[in-house]
């Protein structure tokens, strides 16, 4: 649905590409006047033409929602993991501009995170969702980063990180035969019969959906699987040490240093969030954790805004 053209009111979009998901919403200078969803977006983990369906049906759910016409959009930020990589923008760009009209903001997917969370304060924010990254910024606006260079090598604590960790821990305890029953439960989800095709699966070109096991070790956590609970464990320890690692980079001799959460490994298990915090407090008293769940495009939508207000160009 659409209606007639308002040359009077602009029109913003902000939309947060991640991995698995990506979130979209319109609104005008006070209020969301609609939301959308697609599947990731991510131009490196799922290539250009899914990045430009999930693009698509995110940006036309918004729009549809709030009963405008993508033609309307008076600016655009998106922010993406890889954002700042000119070979990443060069492609967003280019989808997006055949979907809506105005100047467009690409940034990383920690500059939304951080906006969301702090505005234009400072703090640290730590993002685990597909991957995961920590960012920060200080008053006096000097920013630092920790971890977030890609999944083969780094996203610690992250949905893919704790699949992949699930796997091979089964694989480890299936060698010391201790077997555990998330080799069943990983078997189930990936639709296999047998731990010789999960082992096929796993080391398959290119690599399978990690990250869409971080349910099932969750749900495995839950339901009481040592080896579950502890992958969990450790992944809240690794996100902790991403956070300390800006800490000590932006907010040394600092009393309070705001910290927040975002993504959906944080958002969907309370053991991680636990852990995270524990460790946190336990070696940065200081911290003063944000127990709300940031989400991202609430700050990709408000740059949106305060670049017009700058005047800012694309």
């Not at 319109?26 to 209020?31: F, H, L």
């Not at 969301?116 to 630092?144: D, F, K, L, P």
């Not at 999960?198 to 495995?220: E, H, Q, T, Y």
């Not at 939508?301 to 800012?312: N, P, Q, Y």
Request: glycine content about 14%; some cysteine.
């Amino acid at each position: 649905m659409s209606c007639g053209r308002n040359t009077t009111v602009a029109i913003f979009l902000g939309i947060d590409g991640g991995g698995s998901k990506t979130s979209c919403e319109v609104g005008n200078e006070t209020s969301v006047l609609g939301k959308g969803s697609g599947a990731g977006s991510n131009v490196v983990r799922v290539g250009e033409d899914k990045a430009r369906e999930a693009f698509e049906t995110a940006v036309h759910q918004a729009c549809d929602a709030a009963n405008i016409d993508p033609s309307q959009v008076t600016r655009t930020c998106v922010g993406i993991a890889g954002g700042a990589r000119p070979e990443t923008t060069d492609i967003i760009r280019k989808i997006l501009s055949n979907l809506v009209s105005g100047d467009i903001e690409i940034v990383g997917d920690m500059v939304i995170a951080i906006e969301a969370a702090s505005g234009s304060g400072g703090g640290v924010v730590v993002i685990a969702g597909t991957g995961s990254i920590a960012y920060g910024r200080n008053a006096a606006g000097e920013t630092a980063r920790a971890g977030g260079w890609g999944f083969a090598i780094s996203d610690e604590g992250s949905g893919h990180w704790i699949g992949r960790t699930a796997v091979t821990a089964t694989m480890r305890a299936f060698d010391e035969s201790q077997p555990t029953p998330l080799l069943d439960a990983i078997i189930k989800a990936w639709g296999i019969s047998s731990r010789e095709q999960m082992i096929l699966v796993a080391n398959s070109s290119p690599s399978p959906d990690f990250a869409g096991l971080f349910p099932v070790v969750a749900r495995a956590a839950e339901g009481g699987d040592s080896t579950a609970t502890e992958i969990l464990t450790r992944a809240g320890a690794e996100l902790s040490r991403l956070a300390e690692i800006v800490i000590e980079k932006l907010f040394q001799g600092a009393e309070s240093i705001p910290v927040a959460m975002s993504g959906g490994v944080f958002g969907n298990s309370a053991q991680v969030r636990q852990v995270f915090y524990n460790n946190l407090r336990s070696r940065r008293p200081g911290v003063a954790l944000n127990a709300t769940i940031i989400d991202p495009v609430r700050g990709a939508l408000e740059m949106a805004r305060k670049s017009a207000r700058r005047g800012v160009g694309a």
